[in-house]
């Protein structure tokens, strides 16, 4: 009987089916992708082919920077705002920003695209403005190992360093350089009578975190994916109600190396201070949940190195989870910073019984 609801259940999870929004173009490109798990890090790597600065930045530069903005007191969620997935279609271009991104890009006083990238640490940020909401978005670079590892050895080998210094609740280098560039975003935003209201922030992965650590400094909204927990020392304190929406996956071990969203990893956190700045959203399939339960139980004290190998396959087997293609689907149609209610659960293509059952029990 167990085996026949797992299946009816891995059926269920296949009647996804990817969501488009009418009229935009899908900002990924045929690409050659690679998966690879880092131990040390315990992140998950979206790998894709090559880099090159988008057109019009400037040329041999490593590191672009403006001045310093004042920050302000957080606001409510913006009554126009960007979806969960226009928030994902940024975060993915990250990856490919040699191509076109989804919106044009807020351009400084000389006309040219704000964005900052710096070799030595391993950062990319991009200022991007969507004229019809009127928002800026600021979106920070994951981890992209075999994407740049040819070309650049150099800013993968500092990513690297920054998942290892997030591994072990640190604050790295990148986390203060996506809080100056978004500090210059803010101000260039403001000489064009662009209110700070209207500047959200967003990223998967260790863009994720970035995107995390900004806004408990400055008080932004915004949405991010699949990101890891940042050390509490970090956060400033207590600046008014969230607006920052962190989306997981239930299955994304990555996104669940937190002490928040259920702990499930706690044998493998280094520090229960790891936590999730903002709202934790967490969607997809509970199968996940499952799985990463499994996983971490290999880990518990007294385990052996086999039961640990076989641990970590587990959590290699739940990469997929942590993919921005497998969030798509699951993501709700709005923005919002309410509880989970049935309408993000119960969809017109797909019922989670166990998510229904969690709702009402």
Same mark, same amino acid.
């Given at each position: 009987?167990?085996?026949?609801?797992?299946? *009816?259940?891995?059926?269920? *999870?296949?009647?996804? *089916?990817?969501?488009? #929004?009418?009229?935009?173009?899908?900002?990924?490109?045929? $690409?050659?992708?690679?998966?690879?798990?880092?131990?040390?890090? @315990?992140?998950? %790597?979206?790998?894709?082919?090559?880099?090159?600065?988008?057109? +019009?930045?400037?040329?041999?530069?490593?590191? #672009?920077?403006?001045?310093?903005?004042?920050?302000?007191?957080?606001?409510?969620?913006?009554?126009?705002?960007?979806?969960?997935?226009?928030?994902?279609?940024?975060?993915?271009?990250?990856?490919?920003?040699?191509?076109?991104? /989804?919106?044009?890009?807020?351009?400084?006083?000389?006309?040219?695209?704000?964005?900052?990238?710096?070799?030595?640490?391993?950062?990319?940020?991009?200022?991007?403005?969507?004229?019809?909401?009127?928002?800026? =978005? &600021?979106?920070?670079? +994951?981890t992209d190992l075999f994407g740049d590892l040819k070309n650049d050895p150099v @800013?993968?080998?500092?990513? %690297? $360093?920054?998942?290892?210094?997030?591994?072990?609740?640190? =604050?790295?280098?990148?986390?203060?350089?996506?809080?100056? @560039?978004?500090?210059?975003? %803010?101000?260039?935003?403001?000489?064009?009578? =662009?209110?700070?209201?209207?500047?959200? &922030?967003?990223?998967?992965?260790?863009?994720?975190?970035?995107?995390?650590?900004?806004?408990?400094?400055?008080?932004?909204?915004?949405?991010?994916?699949?990101?890891?927990? =940042?050390?509490?020392?970090?956060?400033?304190s207590n600046r008014g109600d969230p607006v920052l929406v962190n989306y997981l996956? *239930?299955?994304?071990?990555?996104?669940?190396?937190?002490?928040? !969203?259920?702990?499930?990893?706690?044998?493998?956190? @280094?520090?229960?201070?790891?936590?999730?700045?903002?709202? &934790?959203?967490? #969607?997809?399939?509970?199968? +996940?949940? !499952?799985?990463? +339960?499994? $996983?971490?139980?290999?880990?518990?004290?007294?385990?052996?190195?086999?039961?640990?190998?076989?641990?970590?396959?587990?959590?290699?087997?739940? #990469?997929?989870?942590?993919? /921005?293609?497998?969030?798509?689907?699951?993501?709700?149609?709005?923005?919002?910073?309410?509880?989970?209610?049935?309408?993000?659960?119960?969809?017109?293509?797909? %019922?989670?019984?166990?998510?229904?059952?969690?709702? &009402? !029990?």
């Amino acid at each position: 009987m167990k085996g026949d609801l797992i299946g *009816r259940l891995h059926h269920l *999870r296949h009647l996804h *089916r990817r969501e488009h #929004v009418d009229g935009q173009q899908d900002p990924q490109p045929e $690409a050659s992708v690679t998966l690879k798990f880092e131990p040390s890090a @315990f992140n998950f %790597i979206l790998a894709h082919d090559g880099r090159t600065k988008p057109e +019009g930045n400037p040329q041999d530069v490593d590191s #672009v920077k403006l001045t310093n903005a004042a920050a302000d007191q957080p606001t409510a969620i913006p009554e126009t705002t960007l979806s969960p997935q226009q928030f994902l279609d940024v975060s993915q271009w990250t990856y490919h920003h040699s191509h076109k991104p /989804p919106f044009g890009f807020l351009n400084d006083e000389h006309g040219q695209p704000i964005y900052e990238f710096d070799r030595g640490a391993g950062f990319y940020g991009a200022a991007l403005h969507d004229t019809k909401t009127g928002q800026v =978005i &600021v979106a920070f670079e +994951g981890t992209d190992l075999f994407g740049d590892l040819k070309n650049d050895p150099v @800013f993968v080998g500092a990513q %690297i $360093a920054t998942d290892a210094q997030l591994y072990f609740g640190l =604050i790295p280098e990148a986390f203060q350089l996506a809080l100056d @560039f978004t500090n210059n975003v %803010i101000a260039e935003a403001a000489a064009q009578n =662009i209110s700070k209201d209207h500047v959200v &922030v967003t990223g998967h992965s260790l863009g994720a975190a970035e995107a995390e650590y900004v806004a408990s400094q400055l008080g932004l909204g915004g949405a991010t994916f699949g990101g890891p927990g =940042i050390a509490s020392t970090a956060v400033q304190s207590n600046r008014g109600d969230p607006v920052l929406v962190n989306y997981l996956e *239930r299955g994304d071990p990555v996104g669940h190396y937190s002490s928040d !969203a259920g702990n499930k990893l706690s044998n493998l956190l @280094f520090s229960p201070d790891i936590e999730h700045y903002g709202e &934790v959203h967490e #969607v997809g399939s509970f199968l +996940g949940t !499952a799985l990463l +339960g499994a $996983a971490n139980s290999k880990f518990a004290p007294g385990s052996t190195a086999a039961d640990k190998l076989e641990g970590l396959g587990l959590l290699i087997g739940a #990469v997929h989870y942590h993919l /921005p293609d497998t969030y798509r689907p699951d993501l709700p149609s709005h923005l919002s910073t309410a509880p989970q209610d049935l309408a993000s659960i119960v969809k017109t293509d797909t %019922i989670n019984p166990f998510a229904l059952y969690d709702l &009402v !029990a």
